[in-house]
């Protein structure tokens, strides 16, 4: 089957607002009129919209979604209706009819979806996203229209652009197999239901109140279930993170200096020759720049070695070479080993910024270089643009929390690409006045030693790079049993915050960009063992929790010398002393003696192996079992946190808290005699209130406000 394909077309070199276009559009082209939209009149509304001048390819600008497929950029509409189709269908002129009808179809929906309501559930008023639009016309109803194509070739007696229509039963339950095509025949129906489109799959015709029990069952195809990415394995990360920090830490500031003092080294040579002579004399630059500057690592040693293979080489020409090639060699020689270090470095800076940021590939790809913003707290924040959720078709900015290695991170890439670039200028042979002027915005590059390689061009493929990172350092690029991939880093850090932070899901909800917490609830139970691993580690917090407590009471009954109770506070710290003391009786009457490990023991079986000890507030900790009544609740069970009493033996006041009671009792004696004055009554009853509950959290600082007489005062007043 061969049939003729127009010549793809430019793209758009400024494209209209894509925010508000559609919206002005509609007054020009009705949403129930794109259904007969001629040729001419959809060619226009297509380039007007923003998504190329010529019909049959669909185009999504880089002003209008920065990081996307290359293969969705410019969707050739025809093309992807022959990919469809069987291989070997003769060519006709009736197929190349159906052929431009397809095209037509494919255009006129790709323009509904982006103006009018097309998406699906709480959100079916809104149109599609940019990305979702492409996606589908490249995947997804090309093969509705391409099974609609081969049932007119066999049926002809169906009319001009119907094509979903002509599905049979066979067809629809096929389709139906793959959940994203079923959401798509459905989104048909519901624009066919609101009358913005006419072809849509046939509705289902209920036959009757029973079914027939003659003939064979029919049979159901598979449904097509998608695995969702896991989060990476603790053990690879554990090796992985210190190889990735050594890269950025030790090798980037090396390798970036040399980068920077090439330009200098290689002034004489003539690139635009492109001689055999211009690999000779890079290697002499290269080796002459070693001999004057040995790499050192922080404590300014020499790097006789890294601590951990690194590949930056290849095998490629052994047999012909005449020395042995050894792709690890240290230091290293030729340019080619300068620029598979480079990637390599790039590929540890995007490693690090996925993980510590957990944003999607898509925002982590458009981040601009100087990203970076302080606010007024002096807390660094890093500056982009989300998409996903995003009701603007060109993005949101949004802001996230920039630790001091993420900080470190981006600008070391800054000064990797600009030193990148000036190398790959000079290494075209291009003058600098002859450069075309402008300021490059892109902060990942295309970098590496292949042909094809420029650090003037953004990077195309991420999770080729972080494969070949892992790879090259001696790792598998298969932790856990499946392929890295950028968002697998989204729900490391979803996993790990949650085994980490308590209330982590609006931490995490937050921090993803999503917009529903049962997203976030999704990306941390993907690891079907996560919610043991949540028991498991809350259990051993408790346990640990109950022995520092225990130790402090043991010592404070040994050395009297320190505070009472070790400093600890509540009705429950002298109950926990007491039985600590009951505890070493009890060992002694039996021939024992209190050992290191005995304060572990004595823990778990405080606790129930971990069930009890929870810290109910700040500083605040509660000893009630799930079998005991306390003042919080008159049921058995879980403490009732929310209803906590100052007055309940089961609860310690942390001494971690006592500068803070020290800190507010001056606050509130201040600003209840500022109430007396004003005889503002009821606000010194609720400072007495508050007075008391700070002063009944630790004994010896209640004895030493007890005969103060503002304290006095200020309980009789609010009495």
């Not at 001048?53 to 025809?78: A, D, K, V, Y």
Request: charge should be neutral.
């Amino acid at each position: 089957m061969s049939t003729s394909a127009p010549t793809p077309p430019r793209s758009l070199e400024n494209p209209v607002d894509q925010c508000n276009s559609h919206v002005n559009l509609i007054g020009t082209f009705p949403l129930e009129g794109l259904q007969q939209l001629p040729s001419e009149g959809a060619r226009q509304c297509q380039a007007i919209l923003g998504h190329g001048e010529t019909l049959g390819f669909w185009e999504t600008p880089q002003s209008m979604i920065e990081h996307f497929g290359s293969q969705l950029r410019c969707i050739n509409l025809r093309q992807r209706l022959l990919s469809a189709l069987p291989a070997k269908l003769t060519a006709s002129s009736q197929l190349d009819a159906l052929l431009d009808e397809g095209v037509i179809w494919l255009t006129r929906l790709g323009l509904l979806m982006r103006m009018g309501p097309s998406s699906l559930g709480k959100n079916r008023h809104k149109s599609l996203d940019a990305s979702t639009i492409a996606s589908a016309l490249y995947t997804k109803f090309n093969t509705i229209v391409a099974r609609g194509i081969l049932n007119r070739l066999s049926t002809p007696t169906y009319t001009s652009f119907e094509f979903a229509i002509t599905l049979t039963a066979e067809d629809l339950r096929e389709l139906r197999s793959s959940r994203h095509t079923r959401d798509h025949l459905r989104r048909l129906t519901e624009l066919r239901n609101r009358g913005l489109w006419g072809d849509a799959p046939p509705a289902i015709e209920f036959a009757g109140n029973t079914t027939s029990p003659r003939g064979e069952v029919a049979a159901r195809s598979p449904e097509k279930e998608s695995t969702p990415y896991q989060p990476i394995p603790d053990e690879f990360l554990a090796q992985m993170g210190p190889r990735v920090l050594w890269i950025v830490q030790v090798l980037g500031p090396n390798l970036i200096h040399l980068l920077d003092s090439l330009p200098e080294l290689i002034a004489n040579i003539n690139f635009a020759s492109k001689t055999e002579s211009n690999s000779m004399k890079m290697t002499r630059s290269i080796a002459s720049y070693f001999d004057a500057n040995p790499w050192r690592d922080s404590a300014g040693d020499t790097i006789l070695a890294p601590p951990f293979p690194i590949c930056h080489g290849s095998y490629r020409g052994a047999r012909r070479a005449i020395e042995e090639i050894d792709p690890f060699e240290w230091p290293i020689r030729k340019w080619a080993s300068v620029a598979t270090l480079a990637l390599t470095l790039q590929s540890a800076h995007l490693w690090i910024t996925l993980l510590v940021m957990a944003g999607r590939i898509g925002e982590i790809m458009t981040l601009p270089r100087e990203s970076i913003e302080w606010a007024r707290d002096g807390q660094p924040y890093a500056n982009g643009k989300t998409y996903k959720l995003a009701f603007a078709i060109n993005g949101e900015e949004r802001q996230w929390p920039a630790p001091e290695i993420l900080v470190d991170v981006l600008a070391q890439q800054v000064k990797l690409i600009e030193a990148c670039e000036k190398l790959a200028k000079i290494r075209k042979g291009i003058k600098d006045e002859e450069y075309p002027v402008g300021v490059p915005e892109h902060l990942w590059a295309s970098l590496g030693s292949s042909p094809r390689a420029d650090a003037e061009e953004r990077l195309a493929v991420a999770n080729a790079s972080l494969t070949r990172l892992a790879m090259r350092i001696g790792m598998t690029a298969t932790p856990g049993g499946r392929n890295l991939h950028t968002h697998r880093f989204r729900k490391t850090l979803s996993r790990l915050a949650g085994l980490a932070i308590d209330g982590s899901p609006k931490v995490l909800m937050r921090l993803l960009g999503h917009k529903d917490i049962t997203m976030t609830l999704g990306y941390m139970l993907t690891d079907s063992s996560f919610a043991k691993e949540i028991d498991d580690i809350t259990r051993e917090l408790r346990v640990m929790r109950a022995q520092h407590l225990i130790e402090d009471m043991y010592e404070a009954v040994h050395k009297p010398t320190i505070l009472p109770y070790a400093g600890h506070g509540g009705l429950g710290a002298p109950v926990l002393s007491s039985t600590v003391s009951s505890y070493k009786s009890e060992l002694h009457r039996t021939g024992k003696i209190w050992e290191v490990e005995t304060s572990h023991e004595l823990a778990v079986l405080l606790t129930n192996n971990g069930q009890c000890m929870r810290l109910v507030n700040a500083h605040v900790v509660c000893t009630k079992t799930d079998g005991e009544i306390g003042l919080c609740s008159t049921k058995k069970g879980i403490p009732n946190i929310a209803n906590c009493q100052s007055e309940c033996i089961n609860r310690i006041e942390e001494r971690t808290g006592r500068r803070d009671t020290q800190r507010i009792i001056p606050i509130i004696l201040m600003n209840a005699q500022q109430a007396i004055k004003d005889n503002d009554l009821l606000t010194v009853a609720s400072y007495a209130r508050q007075l008391s509950i700070e002063l009944n959290r630790f004994d010896d600082i209640k004895e030493s406000w007890r005969d103060n007489p503002e304290v006095i005062a200020i309980m009789k007043a609010g009495a």
